[in-house]
């Protein structure tokens, strides 16, 4: 069965404490691996799509990296308006349309 | 305001109950889905539509669940016979494949709306 799991559930970090997220993917055939941005109480909001194994895309403060079997999304000197859930999303060969995503990681950013 | 638009916000009814949710897509994307998110958990897919054709749906899609989009701009979320376990937040969301955006919008680019929230008591 396809899967998408993201750790940790929650992550505690000071302004300016750097750390990555994580999501372990099994899929078949990856058509695409997806980062969100969702505030509380709001929907999703985009963030990266990679495709390919090496692939890195960056903003801000946010770098996104793609392996074979999972993602990382690192965050540098993240200030508290970073704080957020994290989702990652799998797309795979034989989904169709469908985004198959992980649980989230709340991240939350103390001044 | 150019973004999907959900309503209502927050829906509160009773078990047995029908209710509806519409939701405006950002007006030049053909594809809409509907998805279902409860606490502490990830989107889940439900179903989507290119233009007005239904064209996938998940297994969560019960009988008692069923989509509209009558003329491939807004769409309708009906659930008849609600259910406590329908409790949760309903998000719909846009993008747009083929023609001039292909190249810049991917089918895993979507734009959210901000959700409708049920509770059923």
């Known amino acids: 069965e396809d899967q998408v799991t993201q750790s940790p559930e929650a992550l505690r970090l000071q302004e300016g404490e750097s750390s990555s997220l994580n999501c372990s993917y099994t899929?078949?055939?990856?058509?695409?691996l997806f980062w969100y941005r969702q505030d509380p109480g709001k929907g999703p909001e985009f963030l990266f799509t990679?495709?390919?194994a090496g692939e890195e895309k960056e903003k801000e403060r946010l770098k996104a990296t793609l392996t074979k079997k999972e993602s990382f999304l690192h965050i540098t000197a993240p200030k508290p308006e970073d704080s957020a859930t994290y989702l990652c999303?799998?797309?795979?060969?034989?989904?169709?349309?469908?985004?198959?995503f992980g649980g989230g990681t709340r991240l939350m950013v103390k001044p | 305001d150019t973004g999907v638009s959900q309503n209502p916000r927050h829906k509160i009814t009773k078990r047995g109950q029908n209710v509806t949710f519409r939701c405006d897509p950002i007006?030049?994307?053909?594809?809409l889905y509907w998805y279902r998110q409860t606490l502490g958990q990830g989107p889940e897919f439900l179903t989507y539509?290119?233009?007005?054709?239904?064209?996938?749906k998940s297994r969560l899609l019960s009988d008692r669940f069923s989509a509209e989009r009558p003329k491939g701009s807004f769409s309708t979320l009906e659930i008849q016979r609600t259910e406590q376990g329908d409790s949760a937040m309903y998000l719909c969301?846009?993008?747009?494949?083929?023609?001039?955006?292909?190249?810049?919008?991917?089918?895993?680019?979507?734009?959210f709306g901000e959700g409708s929230r049920l509770t059923v008591l």
């Open positions: 999303a799998a797309r795979h060969n034989n989904a169709g349309n469908m985004l198959t």
């Open positions: 899929v078949s055939g990856l058509r695409g």
């Open positions: 990679l495709y390919s």
């Open positions: 007006s030049e994307h053909n594809r």
């Open positions: 539509f290119q233009n007005e054709a239904q064209l996938e």
């Open positions: 969301a846009s993008n747009h494949v083929g023609g001039i955006e292909v190249s810049r919008v991917g089918t895993g680019e979507l734009f």
